[in-house]
C-alpha cells in the first residue's frame, strides 16, 4: 500500500539532497511511497534555511550494511538504502521561510526533530501547503523523464515512436482506446468532443507498466485533460459498481470541480465496451480506485 510521508535532510552536513542520500533503519519505508523531502541549511552566522525539495518516489530500497557518519562524526549502520525517482521536483529548491504561513519553531517541531518517513502534519494541512508551493514555482516533468527512459531502453525506432506517442496520449494507443470504447472522440466521462481538449489516460500509470500493458487499449480511457490531470493524480477515481464505472472525487477537490461539471455518482460511458473489454477495464479501474481510496484515507486528519 502506497504511502505518503516526509524526510528531513541535512544539507549542511550531507550536502546537496540527491537521489540516493537517504539511509534508514525504518522497515515500513516500501517502494512505491511518495516523499516530501524538506531540507535545511546553516547561513555562517548560524541561521538555518529551509526548503522544500520536492516530491520523490521511493524507487528501489536496497537491503544490506551500510555504514554511514552521523553529524557527530560517529559511524553508524543502516540496513536501508533507498533510491528514489521524481515525481512534482522545482528547478531550485523552494525557500521556506519567506512563506506567509511558515513559523520556524512549528516548522522545527514537526519535521526536524530527528523525524523521518513520517506523515506529513494535517493540522495545519501541511502537504496542501507544499503542493501550492510546488505549483506556484513549477515543477519538473515526468513527461520529459519518461521519454529519456525510452530513448534509453528501447532501441527500435519503430517501437520507441509507438511508445511515445501512448506516452503523451495520442497515436495508435489513443486510436485503439477510441475504438475500443465506441463513443467516437469524444470524453468518456463528460461526453466532451473536442479532440484537441482529450488525452488518452493509462489507468494504471505509466511507470508501473510494462511496455504491453503501456499499449493495451482497456488500460485507457479517452479523457478531456482537466479530468486526466484530476485521474492521474488520483484526486478522482472511478468505483466499479453492478450499474456501471461511478465518478468518486477526493474530498480536498469535490466541491471545487462542481463548477467543471464533475459531479460524484457520474458514470463512464461504457455501453458499447464489449463483456471481455469491460471486464478488463474493471480490473484496471479496481487497481486505481485501491489508490484512490488510500489517498483519501491518507488525507484524513488523525485523530488526537
Partial sequence: MQKTVFAYHMTHTFGPFQ??????????????????????????DNRMAYALEGVFRVHRRNEGEYYLKNRLGKTESFPFQLSMVR?????????????????????????TSGQNFNPLPSEPDYQARFDALLTEHG???????????LEQTVPNVTDRQVLTMARIGQGKFRVDVTQLWGQGERCALTGLDVPEMLIASHI??????????????????????H????????????????????????????TKVAALGLKRGMALRDSRL???????????????????????????????
Avoid: M
Fill in 139 to 149: 515543477t519538473g516533468s515526468e513527461l520529459a523523464e519518461d521519454l529519456l527512459e
Fill in 87 to 111: 515525481v512534482r521536483v522545482p528547478e531550485q529548491p523552494i525557500p521556506l521561510t519567506t512563506a506567509p504561513w511558515f513559523d520556524e519553531k512549528e516548522f522545527h517541531d514537526y519535521f
Fill in 227 to 254: 479530468v486526466d490531470k484530476l485521474f492521474d493524480r488520483h484526486l478522482l477515481s472511478f468505483k466499479p459498481e453492478r450499474q456501471g464505472f461511478l465518478l468518486e472525487l477526493h474530498p480536498r477537490v469535490a
Fill in 19 to 44: 537521489l540516493d542520500s537517504y539511509h534508514t533503519r525504518q522497515a515500513h519505508v516500501r517502494e512505491g511511497d511518495h516523499v516530501y523531502v524538506l531540507s535545511g541549511d546553516r547561513h555562517p
Fill in 274 to 304: 464489449s463483456p471481455a473489454a469491460a471486464r478488463s477495464v474493471a480490473e484496471y479501474l479496481r487497481e486505481h480506485y485501491a489508490h484512490f481510496r488510500d489517498a483519501v484515507v491518507q488525507a484524513k486528519p488523525t485523530a488526537s
Fill in 204 to 225: 494504471r500509470p505509466w511507470r508501473q507498466c510494462g511496455n504491453k500493458e503501456r499499449l493495451d487499449p482497456t488500460n485507457g480511457l479517452l479523457l478531456a485533460s
